[in-house]
């Protein structure tokens, strides 16, 4: 089944959003045997969720309050069969660490056919986590046909 990964600085707000967001999707098409994660490329110590990205997600039914942090490792690419990143520079970076994996990895908003960063809200106030929660959320809405296909493809070549 396929693999999906999520990627932002610390795994601590934008990643896990988009982790509980997908899986969400996913178990409500059917789809709950796809595997879900997240990781960070400055996860350097375990660390849970942040406060207000509980918060913001709770008030969408998702309950993400049990999330470990992890940094973003070569096997985490090697399991992915879609690396979907935050910001270029995560993209960027891990395409150049990580060239095997270049053609798997793209950021969200490329899911929508657009090339812009999801703003980081750490140490902001709640309304700074309520939009970016909502522009992932809008962002995987509107890209899951793109994720499903890209996802369901590369499974399909690693099969």
Sequence with gaps: MPHIIFVC??????????????????????????TVSSAGTWAMMKRGASRNSVLVLAEQGLDISHHQSQLIEGRHLVAADLVVCMESGHAEALRVEFPQHAGKIFMLSEMVNCHFSVNDPYGQSLDAYQEMAQEVTELIDSGLERILELAAANAAQRA
């Design 9 to 34: 600085t610390a795994n601590i707000c934008r990643s896990p959003v988009a982790e509980a967001v997908l899986r969400d999707r996913l178990q409500k098409r059917g789809l709950a045997e796809w």
